[in-house]
């Protein structure tokens, strides 16, 4: 019943920008915390970044501070990650999810936390 929805994804040269958006659907949308993890070739789900729901307080995996930024607009049931600066590196297959109600702190840094994923969008970095 949960959807969630990525779009933004693309080909983009070293050092340029992307931001990717995830729409999900229903009302209680504000309730859920929400982070962004990504997939390259032949590596494990690796977490990128995630947003409480309950204060807005956000974190992120060490190699994308400071050049990537999530937020979400609960007026809109939308999450966002603007990522900059991009590298070859940050190819990959980006995922948005939904943590379990009452999630928060370091357990959002792990998959296990998010019940629910979107379908993923790719982000092609070239060298």
């Known amino acids: 019943q949960v959807q969630l929805v990525e779009s933004g994804g693309g080909l983009v040269q070293t050092g340029g920008s992307l931001r990717l958006s995830c729409a999900a659907s229903?009302?209680?949308?504000?309730?859920?915390?929400m982070g962004w993890f990504r997939q390259a070739p032949e590596k494990e789900r690796e977490f990128i970044a995630a947003?409480?729901?309950?204060?807005?307080?956000?974190a992120y995996a060490d190699s994308v501070q400071g050049r990537f930024t999530i937020s979400r607009d609960n007026a809109k049931n939308t999450v966002y990650l603007q990522m900059n600066s991009l590298k070859p590196e940050d190819t990959a297959v980006y995922y948005c999810?939904?943590?379990?109600?009452?999630?928060?702190?370091?357990?959002?840094?792990?998959?296990?936390?998010?019940?629910?994923w979107g379908q993923g969008t790719q982000v092609t970095v070239s060298s």
């Open positions: 229903g009302r209680t949308f504000s309730v859920y915390s």
């Open positions: 999810a939904r943590a379990g109600f009452g999630a928060s702190g370091d357990r959002l840094r792990i998959g296990a936390a998010y019940a629910y």
């Open positions: 947003v409480a729901a309950s204060d807005g307080r956000t």
